[in-house]
């Protein structure tokens, strides 16, 4: 096993699942966060020699979580590389990043060799090679179905049966959770809510194979965070159309699980 500790910080457990499946390719020792308090907590008594921080979380987000952490001096990792993991990686979102403590920005959806050559910048360990098509950052326009991508999927697995099965579950359990508060959230029009459950949910698409949602998710996001009376009705309909095919998606990975092929 490598000898660096890897701190991994994401509210979704899904992400969680799949960066410990692509670090588990180069033995790394990983420990894992669900929110940004719990982040600290553990930086507190264990020193790690990297974090890869994700952003919107609840309790303490990313930037939070490490500016308390540069903030403490007896804290062990107040000097321990932070990468930032977020979907939103504008100019001033990067600036933020930097100005919380945070050394570098790694963009969701990301590609597997882009993510182990930054992890390289920071790490003095030998880094497992990856097939050159992995994980591309930049999906290929798809057709109007969407549908799960079991070859993308084993692809991140290695071949493991065993490890789509898995994602597969996770995807579904997630997917079940965050579609119903979408459906609250979309009944009492809570704008905001619609558009943190949407960010939630923008890695796990991608790594499922539904990158091409990519554009309509990027519009109700948009809008959801600055609301006008004159787009009210066009997100709703572009909302419900939206949780139609995450259901949709949920439903195929439920059939997949019961199929028992992926065990």
């Known amino acids: 096993m490598n000898s660096s500790r890897i701190l991994l910080v994401d509210d979704m457990e899904l992400n969680l699942v799949i960066l410990k499946e692509l670090l588990r390719e180069g033995n790394f020792n990983t420990r894992t966060a669900c929110n940004g308090e719990e982040a600290v907590q553990l ?10 921080m994700d952003i919107q979380m609840p309790l303490l987000n990313g930037l939070e979580a490490t500016c308390q952490i540069r903030s ?3 804290n062990p990792n107040n000097r321990t590389p932070i990468i ?10 990067r600036v933020a990043y930097l100005a919380a403590g ?3 920005v790694l963009k969701k959806p990301f590609d597997i060799a882009v993510f182990f050559q930054l992890l390289s910048t920071f790490l003095d360990e030998p ?10 950052a930049q999906i290929q326009e798809a057709s109007c179905t969407v549908s799960i991508d079991l070859d993308n999927l084993l692809r991140i697995g290695k071949n493991n049966r065993g490890f789509v099965g898995m994602m597969l579950r996770s995807f579904r359990d997630s997917a079940s959770e965050i579609l119903g508060d979408m459906e609250q959230a979309l009944a009492k029009k809570e704008w905001e809510v619609t558009a943190q459950l949407l960010h939630k949910l923008k890695f796990a698409l991608h790594v499922m194979g539904a990158g ?4 309509e998710v990027k519009w109700i996001e948009t809008h959801a965070n600055n609301p006008q009376p004159e787009n009210e009705e066009e997100m709703q309909v572009r909302i419900r159309a939206f949780i139609a095919v995450i259901r949709e998606l949920y439903q195929q990975a439920g059939l997949l699980i019961e199929s028992g092929e992926w065990c």
């Open 43 to 52: 930086s507190r008594k264990i020193k790690f020699d990297l974090i890869l």
């Open 72 to 74: 403490e001096k007896t």
């Open 84 to 93: 930032a993991l977020s979907a939103n990686v504008s100019e001033t979102d």
């Open 102 to 104: 945070m050394n570098a």
């Open 127 to 136: 880094m497992p090679e990856q097939p050159a098509n992995a994980l591309p």
């Open 212 to 215: 091409n949602l990519d554009e």
